[in-house]
């Protein structure tokens, strides 16, 4: 077997996220978006003494639960990576992924609960950055996902079945404005062009629009122009904000030099378990907003009684997590967040919904948690996909709490934490699953965590 080469692999396995199982010349070889019981085509990417990984070309058979991707540009945008196949079996490959996890790391005697569904398959994402870029050198301005297999292909995503149709109506009219202006993107490589990003935020129960177009500082549009034309689409929720973002950094993220309002306010507000949020453009907040409702009631359901308990919420971000226990007659709950504009959200969000028993600390988690003397109830984890700092996880273990309810975006990560947590003197109680991401390989957890002398 040989790199940049094209093999056939019987895929017999999958591992969390969505990483199909074959094997060749006692090598393992991961093939990402492949699924057991698939022939697939794929071209060797990367070559190791023990394990390999491929790139999936294409499938060579049809498999039992196997569906017409209801996407168009599903397979070319490497966004999804299971439309091929019904949400019953997505569920399962998850569930299988999980639970091999907790096997691997031998984590057992726990209540094991399944995994929730999300409420909506498709047009669940509430909020999708679009970058803009070309599908081949030279070609027209595309806006949408980068490609799949292709280092800097944008293909323009105007079908794309993840989001609301006025998403789409939104996309399609930026693109074709930019397009008859002719006007450049951003190449990252050359440090030169002017259009980046897209964003677009949309609220599932307020019907609120945010708009949020990214540029270099190498250009200029009709900013009257582009608002009004924004404001005269025909749209299902309102549009309450346009805006300007200036991003000169070399990084290919969405960052913000200076954020010009061109109309209305630069947040949204959502309803979310009947508690307002104020979301602002680089606020962190779930993606499906159905899902995020189901996974913060399976959190409260694993935190118990809050009455009279005082709670950290470790990565809080806008605080929502935090704000629904205060709101359930928590004694006091405190949460801390690296980036300074969700704490600000958050605390705004408190005096939105009325809560004067919660307040949230902007700071890296493992040193502001250095500095609080409150000994709590309960903590709340909701990390990265890094996991909880190690110092950070170190305090955390030393407040000695009775109680730990760990939010985990990366189950990988999670089995960590909860190994050096077990070693400390705790005891997985029960752990859930929740898909918020359907037609991806990713999945969040809820785990539910004792101190077993109080067992």
Do not use: W
């Amino acid at each position: 077997m040989r790199r940049h080469e094209e093999y056939e692999f019987d895929v017999v396995d999958v591992e969390f996220p969505g990483m199909g199982i074959a094997y060749s010349e006692d090598r393992k070889i991961y093939i990402k978006g492949a699924v057991p019981g698939q022939k697939v085509l794929g071209k060797v990417k990367k070559l190791k003494k023990e394990y390999g990984e491929a790139k999936l070309i294409k499938a060579l058979n049809t498999i039992e639960g196997e569906v017409e991707p209801k996407c168009a540009h599903f397979g070319v945008c490497g966004g999804c990576t299971h439309q091929f196949i019904n949400y019953d079996k997505q569920i399962s490959l998850k569930e299988k992924q999980l639970l091999k996890l907790f096997k691997d790391a031998e984590i057992d005697d726990f209540i094991y609960e399944g995994i929730g569904r999300s409420p909506k398959e498709f047009e669940y994402r509430n909020k999708m950055e679009f970058s803009f870029g070309d599908m081949e050198k030279g070609g027209e301005i595309t806006l949408g996902m980068h490609m799949k297999n292709k280092a800097f292909g944008i293909i323009n995503v105007h079908e794309c079945a993840l989001v609301h149709r006025d998403f789409r109506r939104i996309l399609d009219t930026i693109v074709n404005y930019f397009r008859d202006k002719e006007s450049t993107y951003y190449k990252i490589m050359k440090r030169e062009g002017y259009l980046r990003n897209l964003v677009i935020r949309r609220t599932e129960h307020t019907g609120e629009i945010l708009v949020n177009l990214v540029t270099t500082s190498q250009g200029s549009f009709d900013k009257e122009e582009v608002v009004k034309l924004l404001l005269s689409l025909d749209l299902e929720a309102n549009i309450v904000g346009i805006l300007h973002t200036t991003n000169d950094s070399f990084s290919d993220v969405v960052a913000a030099d200076k954020i010009d309002i061109l109309y209305g306010r630069d947040y949204i507000i959502e309803e979310v378990l009947g508690l307002k949020f104020k979301i602002s453009p680089l606020s962190f907040f779930q993606t499906n907003t159905l899902g995020a409702e189901k996974l913060y009631s399976i959190v409260m359901d694993f935190v118990g009684e809050a009455d009279s308990k005082l709670i950290f919420d470790l990565y809080c971000g806008t605080g929502t997590i935090g704000q629904i226990a205060a709101a359930k007659n928590a004694k006091k709950v405190i949460g801390i967040e690296l980036i300074e504009e969700a704490v600000k959200a958050a605390n705004e969000n408190a005096k939105l919904n009325n809560l004067d028993n919660c307040s949230f600390i902007a700071g890296d988690v493992a040193k502001v948690i250095q500095e609080l003397h409150d000994k709590p109830d309960v903590i709340i984890l909701d990390p990265p996909r890094p996991g909880v700092h190690p110092k950070a996880l170190d305090y955390v273990i030393k407040f000695d709490a009775k109680k730990i309810v760990y939010v985990s975006c990366n189950p990988k990560t999670l089995m960590v934490d909860l190994r050096k947590l077990i070693e400390s003197g705790y005891k997985v109680e029960r752990v859930k699953g929740m898909d918020m991401f359907p037609m991806t390989g990713h999945l969040e957890c809820v785990v539910g965590i004792r101190r077993k002398d109080t067992l």
